[in-house]
């Protein structure tokens, strides 16, 4: 699934900590530009029930004091 709206001081390890209550994450990154993030990111979960769930429960939640957009990224 794709997060975006992400805090630009967001680790990957950090998202992935924020989305394992959802499922087990088997990836996470921050999408990057010249060095900086780009305040987007990736999770994949084991499932696409965990995938699915994560949407649910995370999508309009704030990480870091930032109002995320959660959505299932149907190209992964």
Known sequence: MDAEKLSYDLTWQKLK?????????????????NGKSKGCGTVRFDSPESAEKACRMMNGTKINGREVDVRIDRNA
């Open 17 to 33: 900590d924020k989305f394992s209550h959802c499922g087990q994450v088997m990836f996470a990154e921050i999408k990057m530009e």
